[in-house]
């Protein structure tokens, strides 16, 4: 599969994500997170999916596998200010809220220099 149809497809399936996780099935959002996590996608789609998979996790008890996917993400700078909201919603799931306010802040730096 060529890198042009991987990312087309990422876009695909975090449609899907999106869709499972909005009706609150957290065993299909767990699913379809772990085919875009194996795929080469935009890196853009791998934090939303990895952020609301965080979110799913959780719901369903699982905050020692949600804490260390959100680790892997959270490592990373990220260049819009939707990334590091998306990380503020996972670590207020976690109940993390140092990590969430962190995270707030530099989405409002980015917000603002993008105004600039």
Same mark, same amino acid.
């Given at each position: 599969?060529?890198?042009?149809?991987?990312?087309?497809?990422?876009?695909?399936?975090?449609?899907?994500?999106?869709?499972?996780?909005?009706?609150?099935?957290?065993?299909?959002?767990?699913?379809? #997170? &772990?085919?875009? $996590?194996?795929?080469?996608? +935009?890196?853009?789609?791998?934090?939303? *999916?990895?952020?609301?998979?965080? =979110? /799913?996790?959780?719901?369903?008890?699982?905050?020692?596998?949600?804490?260390?996917?959100?680790?892997?993400?959270?490592?990373?700078?990220?260049?819009?200010?939707?990334? #590091? &909201?998306?990380? $503020?919603?996972?670590?207020? +799931?976690?109940?993390?809220?140092?990590? *969430?306010?962190?995270?707030?802040? =530099? /989405?409002?730096?980015?917000?603002?220099?993008?105004?600039?």
């Amino acid at each position: 599969m060529s890198k042009e149809e991987e990312v087309e497809l990422g876009k695909q399936l975090i449609g899907e994500l999106r869709q499972s996780f909005a009706r609150g099935d957290w065993d299909e959002t767990t699913r379809t #997170y &772990e085919q875009i $996590a194996g795929m080469k996608t +935009d890196r853009a789609v791998r934090l939303e *999916a990895t952020c609301l998979a965080v =979110r /799913a996790l959780v719901a369903i008890q699982q905050r020692s596998a949600a804490r260390h996917l959100l680790k892997i993400v959270a490592k990373a700078e990220y260049k819009k200010p939707a990334h #590091y &909201e998306f990380l $503020a919603r996972a670590y207020l +799931d976690l109940k993390q809220y140092k990590g *969430a306010a962190d995270a707030c802040n =530099r /989405a409002e730096e980015l917000r603002l220099a993008e105004m600039k």
